[in-house]
């Protein structure tokens, strides 16, 4: 069982916009900044999102924000090369740890 | 640039000790500026976070691998290690190690090192 919660699966067609949420509590995402990393067949994971900073390199399709309690990470114009499982991930103050969401496997039609 | 790549036996038994090194290039490991842990993923779920070090000192665990695991870093050689303790098949797992600028912002992965537990 995950600290933080998302959507198992999602997909969307080349173009398209989609949203993957992730959702947690006040310990965590309701106090810190979240990070997305995608993971492209089984490869080592790849920060592309660090609350709503893009790191150098990534595309600025990606796009973070956060309401609350849950983060949501946008990819405007999706492309075949943005297939992958996605995990989003924060700090959790009650636990004293990083805490990581279950990940969503993104399919693009 | 930097890099990061893990080292160590890729198949352990049952109750011994797990040992992984974790070789950083293109940068110091003495900055006191970053955080170097280490990350799991059993085959075919997500990942798990074991915790961190900094150059300080100030480690970080994940509660329920608290007990078994240690990171330490060796600045004469540019290293950071994980230990983890009395391993069971469910240590199985492909273990990265990662640079963070801070402690959640995993910034930096190594390619991963695949360590089975079995007899």
């Keep these: ?109 | 640039q930097l890099q990061l790549q893990e080292s160590g036996p890729g198949l352990v038994k049952p109750s011994e000790t797990l040992s992984l090194t974790c070789t950083v290039s293109g940068g110091s490991i003495s900055s006191n500026s970053y955080y170097w842990g280490w990350i799991r993923q059993p085959p075919g779920k997500g990942l798990e976070w074991i915790g961190s070090t900094d150059y300080s000192g100030s480690s970080y665990y994940y509660p329920s691998l608290k007990s078994r695991a240690t990171i330490s870093i060796d600045t004469s050689k540019n290293q950071f290690s994980l230990r983890l303790n009395s391993v069971t098949a469910t240590d199985t797992a492909v273990y990265y190690c990662a640079r963070s600028p801070s402690r959640q912002e995993l910034k930096n992965w190594g390619q991963g090192t695949l360590v089975t537990v079995s007899s």
Excluded at chain 1, 11 to 32: A, F, M
Excluded at chain 1, 50 to 64: E, H, K, V, Y
Excluded at chain 1, 74 to 83: A, H, K, N, R, V
């Design chain 1, 1 to 109: 069982q995950s600290a933080l919660t998302q959507e198992a699966s999602v997909s969307g067609t080349v173009g398209q916009k989609v949203t993957l949420s992730c959702t947690g509590n006040s310990n965590n995402i309701g106090t810190y900044v979240v990070g997305w990393y995608q993971q492209i067949s089984h490869g080592a994971p790849k920060i592309v999102m660090f609350g709503n900073s893009l790191p150098s390199g990534i595309p600025d399709r990606f796009s973070g924000s956060k309401s609350g309690t849950t983060a949501s990470l946008t990819i405007s114009g999706l492309q075949p090369e943005d297939e992958a499982e996605y995990f989003c991930s924060t700090w959790d103050s009650s636990l004293r740890a990083v805490v990581f969401g279950g990940g969503t496997k993104l399919t693009v039609l």
